[in-house]
């Protein structure tokens, strides 16, 4: 069976049907550990306009990416989560659920990782910028990569590694000098003004969002966390000393999980229904 990846891409992107089908997967067929029915699948998505064919293109490429298996009833399909996919599903609601409600506190001092790979080796350049910024480290100029979480130097070993670059590159923890500016330097390491744009987007959507019927709290729910899914892939979580004033990160985590808290029971009331759980 193939082993089920997280794809980084998906994850911002966030506008396909395999997207959408893996929030509904980690929001209610995770928690509910039941099997599903393929019409019900298609059904729910409908609720976001997703066609019967991409629906049932998405399930059978989420099957074929190792996340779900199918046994037939009958003439009926119905799919379980396999053993891998409930493993990366289960990681993925932790870390979404408990995105932004850490720590911010910090001892001023950087990790910084020196990794130079030659402009010829594009492919690899492409790999390493890719898997480290994923593990939330800046780059403010070529070949330095830094972060304000010092535990992320395994993380960082792990990929270097895999990429054979670690006899290359060099690692230590420091604090900022007298030399330029600390913040100038945050500001070409990340773009804070973008993630800080997409999180008003996030609080301006739902910010007012009242739904009613039980498929308008059910879509709320789902679309509330497919957007939030993003954000642990695009905000590298940096102490309060080194954001921006009135950060809207700290507004959009609080909407969230206030959001969270009041829809879930009725959403997922609403999807065992839909299920015939």
């Known amino acids: 069976m193939t082993e089920p990846v997280v794809s980084r891409r998906r994850e911002v992107s966030g506008g396909s049907a395999r997207s959408l089908l893996t929030t509904l997967l980690g929001e209610y067929v995770l928690p509910s550990n039941a099997p599903v029915w393929t019409s019900t699948l298609v059904d729910v998505l409908a609720l976001f306009d997703v066609e019967e064919k991409a629906a049932r293109q998405a399930l059978a490429r989420t099957a074929a990416e190792g996340w779900l298996r199918s046994d037939r009833v009958g003439r009926r399909v119905r799919w379980s989560l396999t053993d891998p996919g409930r493993r990366l599903l289960a990681e993925g609601a932790a870390r979404i659920y408990g995105f932004g409600s850490g720590s911010r506190e910090w001892d ?59 006899s290359q590159a060099m690692s230590f923890l420091a604090n900022y000098g007298a030399l330029g500016s600390e913040r100038s330097m945050v500001t070409s390491a990340w773009d804070l003004a973008d993630v800080g744009t997409r999180y008003q987007r996030f609080i301006d959507e739902f910010g007012d969002l009242s739904p009613t019927t039980p498929d308008e709290v059910l879509r709320a729910q789902t679309m509330l966390v497919h957007e939030w899914r993003r954000f642990p892939f695009l905000d590298p979580q940096l102490p309060s000393a080194l954001l921006p004033p009135k950060w809207t990160g700290t507004t959009a985590t609080a909407l969230f999980n206030e959001l969270h808290v009041r829809w879930r029971a009725a959403a997922r009331e609403r999807w065992a229904a839909l299920a015939g759980e």
Not at 123 to 136: E, I, P, Q
């Open 108 to 166: 001023g001092q950087w990790l910084v990782v020196l990794v130079s790979v030659p402009e010829s080796m594009r492919d690899l350049r492409h790999k390493l910028r890719t898997r480290l910024s994923w593990a939330g480290f800046g780059s403010p100029t070529a070949g330095v990569w830094i972060t304000p979480h010092a535990s992320a130097e395994a993380h960082a070993k792990v990929i270097l590694d895999e990429l054979d670059l670690s």
